[in-house]
């Protein structure tokens, strides 16, 4: 049974430009949560995705935009990249009746 | 908002002993989370929490939620190398389904060999 997968692993950008961070749940999971990490603190909470709606919005500007497919993969994207967004961004996958939330391996953005 | 505060920030423990970790809610928890991460890596399942009075184990690490669901704690018996990492807490904001989680900023653990 596979776990939430991320790809890519990696990713250099530069000032300006779009990103986009993809994402798959857990297996039977229908809700995706993202989060983004930042050196040396907790995870901070950006949105969450079910049934193809965005339920769920932290305080993140709106260049930070999603999508959920109808197989409950998800994607996130970030226009107009800022240096402060650096980051190693989570997307944790969940069932949504019971809650649990399980987290991908994750991806690291670096804005240069 | 509500907020999480990990004590302490850091842990350096030789190999073989005992070892807690507390978290405090500045609200009550519907549920709380523990996760470990790697450095750098995704953060890994532990244990959730949700009633009060709740106690849960796996293999060595036990967390525990107290009576009035506002603070958390957990222990590791017998600390191994494997155990070295960042753990997490977080609070769980949803009333009846997955919702967003509130993350405490991690304690650092290291095992002294």
């Known amino acids: 049974d596979a776990g939430v997968t991320q790809s890519p692993t990696h990713l250099i950008k530069t000032r300006g430009q779009q990103v986009t961070l993809r994402c798959s749940p857990k297996?039977?999971?229908?809700?995706v949560s993202w989060y983004q990490q930042a050196l040396g603190q907790g995870p901070q909470f950006i949105f969450q995705?079910?049934?193809?709606?965005?339920?769920q919005r932290g305080n993140f500007p709106d260049r930070f935009s999603g999508h959920q497919f109808p197989n409950y993969s998800s994607e996130l994207n970030v226009n107009a990249l800022l240096l402060g967004d650096s980051a190693l961004y989570l997307c944790?996958?969940?069932?949504?009746?019971?809650?649990?939330?399980?987290f991908g391996p994750g991806t690291r953005l670096t804005v240069t | 908002s509500q907020e999480l505060e990990q004590s302490p920030q850091s842990l350096i423990v030789q190999e073989g002993k005992n070892l807690t970790i507390n978290c405090t809610s500045s609200?009550?928890?519907?549920?709380l989370y523990w996760y470990k991460q790697k450095y750098g890596e995704g953060l890994i399942f532990l244990m959730m929490l949700q009633k009060g009075g709740e106690e849960k184990s796996h293999e060595k690490i036990t967390a525990k939620l107290d009576e009035k669901k506002q603070q958390s704690s957990l222990h590791i018996t017998a600390s191994q190398p494997s155990h070295a990492g960042i753990y997490l807490c977080?609070?769980?904001?949803?009333?009846?389904?997955?919702?967003?989680?509130?993350f405490g900023s991690g304690t650092r653990l290291s095992i002294r060999p």
């Open positions: 977080g609070a769980d904001t949803g009333y009846s389904s997955a919702s967003k989680i509130i």
């Open positions: 297996s039977g999971h229908d809700t």
């Open positions: 995705y079910y049934e193809e709606e965005e339920r």
């Open positions: 944790a996958s969940s069932l949504d009746i019971l809650r649990e939330q399980y």
């Open positions: 609200k009550t928890l519907y549920g």
